[in-house]
């Protein structure tokens, strides 16, 4: 792959390479996880460059990151759309370029190849998850490599290729692999100004600006940044109308991303990313989600969703009120078919009137009222409230009984993010026996 630039150029044809699936030959999917966040999207189209890099010794063709969320469904994550179509365009391409989950058919996908030996090869590589999502379950048998910074679920035992580590960022992960290409092919050519800068902007908002305080920055996400910022011009070709530094609007800056340090260039996607004030409650809660099966241990199996939501627990229910807020994860809960369903809330806010903001985290239980028993409701509750990783405390002076429903719950353990959460959750219902 003679840089990134010619990989950006085999991107509009993925779509159709994979609606065409008798003749798509061998293959390499690079999957995000279905959160569908700015780590997962540049780790997947990162990690297939990097494929792409290594393959073209054997004359591949290039390797497809798929983005694993709908297409319509970017229009929730302007601070995604912002970076990738900035980057895109300074590479010659376009956002609309990029495969999503729904232009395409994956279980046909992965029918056909499991249907014929002689069809070719299907390699399908994870980024920021170990396991595919249980709606894409089938994906297991081809998972050949796994490039993730969550705890290891055990699965994917044909994958080869594992690197797994508790890094802030999984790009970090990737940019290590480009880094190490890059050392040994004796060039420069495989990382430029705009993919430096697209690699940067995740570490950057997963560490919370590399700050220590956060609880989430390693050696290795500082090692990596202080590799990339001397590769970033803090320039690039606006997609916009150009102005001078000095008549260029707020909005026209977003628009372009024409930022100029590492500070800014974190400030300015954190403020997009956060704001989510005019977001419905249905679409707060499948702006960023997970999905798992876990087996309890009486052999039953709970599905399980934790939607993460960058918004204050106290501004939502000033906004929505408590009944309704119940309601909407009531019906989210039926929809998707949970038995359980995690609503992580966080960000900054004021605990006092005239005081500073501070950064807080809270988080809803809520139990299928179908599914789930009064005594299972009790014991995963009495799990959650005992688990040191989260530090429960209820959110208002007299919560509901213990096998009820719903429940709200301030979290002391802020640095504890879904990384933590998941595992204290399995954890907990993998104890239960009802």
Not at 38 to 58: P, T
Not at 68 to 95: F, H, I, Q, V
Not at 269 to 282: P, Q, R
Request: glycine share 6%.
């Amino acid at each position: 792959m003679k840089g990134f630039r010619a990989f950006v150029k085999t991107l509009a044809s993925n779509t159709a390479r994979l609606n065409n699936v008798e003749h798509l030959g061998d293959v390499t999917l690079v999957l995000g996880n279905e959160s569908a966040d700015m780590d997962s999207m540049v780790s997947s189209i990162s990690l297939a460059y990097a494929l792409s890099s290594e393959q073209e010794r054997s004359n591949s063709s290039a390797a497809i990151p798929v983005i694993n969320t709908n297409r319509s469904d970017m229009a929730l994550r302007p601070e995604c759309g912002l970076l990738l179509s900035a980057t895109l365009a300074a590479e010659g391409g376009r956002l609309e370029d990029l495969t999503f989950i729904d232009d395409f058919d994956l279980l046909a996908v992965v029918q056909q190849y499991a249907a014929s030996q002689g069809h070719g090869q299907l390699d399908v590589w994870l980024t920021d998850h170990n396991a595919p999502a249980s709606r894409q379950a089938s994906l297991e048998p081809f998972v050949r490599g796994i490039v993730d910074h969550h705890t290891d679920e055990g699965r994917c035992p044909e994958a080869w290729w594992r690197q797994i580590e508790p890094v802030g960022s999984c790009t970090t992960l990737v940019a290590e692999k480009l880094r190490n290409l890059a050392t040994t092919a004796s060039t420069n050519e495989l990382i430029g100004a705009p993919l430096a800068k697209m690699l940067l902007a995740p570490i950057l908002l997963d560490t919370s600006n590399l700050k220590p305080a956060a609880g989430r920055t390693t050696d290795k996400d500082i090692e990596h940044v202080s590799w990339l910022i001397p590769q970033v011009q803090w320039t690039w070709p606006s997609t916009s109308t150009v102005h001078s530094q000095s008549e260029e609007s707020d909005t026209e800056q977003l628009s372009s991303l024409n930022v100029h340090s590492t500070d800014e260039l974190y400030r300015t996607l954190d403020k997009l990313k956060g704001n989510v004030s005019h977001l419905s409650s249905y679409d707060l809660l499948r702006k960023d989600y997970k999905q798992w099966e876990v087996e309890d241990a009486g052999g039953r199996q709970w599905t399980v969703g934790i939607s993460s939501i960058s918004y204050r627990l106290r501004k939502w229910l000033k906004r929505d009120g408590r009944a309704n807020i119940e309601d909407a994860v009531a019906r989210w809960i039926e929809q998707q078919n949970l038995d359980l369903a995690l609503v992580m809330t966080h960000g900054k806010a004021k605990e006092t009137k005239g005081g500073p903001k501070i950064y807080g985290r809270d988080l809803t239980v809520v139990f299928s009222s179908t599914s789930t028993t009064p005594e299972s409701r009790r014991l995963v509750l009495a799990g959650l409230l005992a688990s040191d990783a989260l530090g429960l405390c209820s959110y208002f002076d007299s919560d509901a009984a213990t096998d009820a429903l719903v429940h709200f719950y301030s979290q002391t353990r802020t640095t504890s993010s879904r990384k933590q959460v998941f595992p204290a959750i399995k954890s907990v219902i993998e104890g239960v026996a009802v």
